[in-house]
T-cell receptor
Framework: AQKVTQAQTEISVVEKEDVTLDCVYE???????LFWYKQPPSGELVFLIR??????QNEISGRYSWNFQKSTSSFNFTITASQVVDSAVYFC?????????????FGKGTKLTVNP | NAGVTQTPKFRILKIGQSMTLQCTQD?????MYWYRQDPGMGLKLIYY???????DKGEVPNGYNVSRSTTEDFPLRLELAAPSQTSVYFC????????????FGPGTRLTVT
């Protein structure tokens, strides 16, 4: 069965610090997709990234970067030079199968607070 | 495009009452989903639909029903509301092939007392 573990319940940093959010997943499938979503205090969910299991290249998008390691079943998310606007709950999610996002399994989320 | 819209935004129900949460998307997405988010928890899938006329259960379907008569609409029905159904409900949609990103609605905060 699929499972996503975000062991960090809450993280608090000071602005401009780098912060890494951990995500560990379990799946029996060889084809799967990993996602990160952001939920700011306003409550909506915002898509950040999607990565398939065959693409282990790390990705960088501005201050955001993602480290995918199949050997450790991890898909960690790093924010460089954090800003107050990064304060949110971040969810890691997993979807199995060729159909992609038929069913997403979410972790419990990590609440990030960036203090000025 | 309005994206995914949900109504109402807030609702208080008494135990035993019924209601329908509305969800509409204008992106012509095939897939639609209903999730619930309990405090401090991730989202759990209630029901999903791969197209008009086709629905299937997710992880936590008990106490809910859905229908998908059109591509755009995916209402969620609560019958005999219980306090355990107090939650925030999110509707989402996605394409099958072009993108696997799910687009979420703003959520409906439901309290059952």
């Amino acid at each position: 069965a699929q499972k996503v573990t975000q062991a960090q319940t809450e993280i608090s940093v000071v602005e401009k610090e780098d912060v890494t959010l951990d995500c560990v997943y379990e799946t029996r499938d060889t084809t799967y997709y990993l996602f990160w979503y952001k939920q700011p205090p306003s409550g909506e969910l915002v898509f950040l990234i999607r990565r398939n299991s065959f693409d282990e290249q790390n990705e960088i998008s501005g201050r955001y970067s993602w480290n995918f390691q199949k050997s450790t079943s991890s898909f960690n998310f790093t924010i460089t030079a954090s800003q107050v606007v990064d304060s949110a709950v971040y969810f890691c999610a997993l979807s199995e199968g060729l159909g992609g996002s038929e069913k997403l399994v979410f972790g419990k989320g990590t609440k990030l607070t960036v203090n000025p | 495009n309005a994206g995914v819209t949900q109504t109402p935004k807030f609702r208080i129900l008494k135990i035993g009452q019924s209601m329908t949460l509305q969800c509409t998307q204008d992106m012509n997405h095939n897939y639609m989903y209903w999730y619930r988010q309990d405090p401090g928890m991730g989202l759990k899938l209630i029901y999903y639909s791969v197209g008009a006329g086709i629905t299937d259960k997710g992880e936590v379907p008990n106490g809910y029903n859905v229908s998908r008569s059109t591509t755009e609409d995916f209402p969620l029905r609560l019958e005999l509301a219980a306090p355990s159904q107090t939650s925030v409900y999110f509707c989402a949609s996605s394409y099958l092939r072009d993108s696997y990103e799910q687009y979420f609605g703003p959520g409906t905060r439901l309290t059952v007392t």
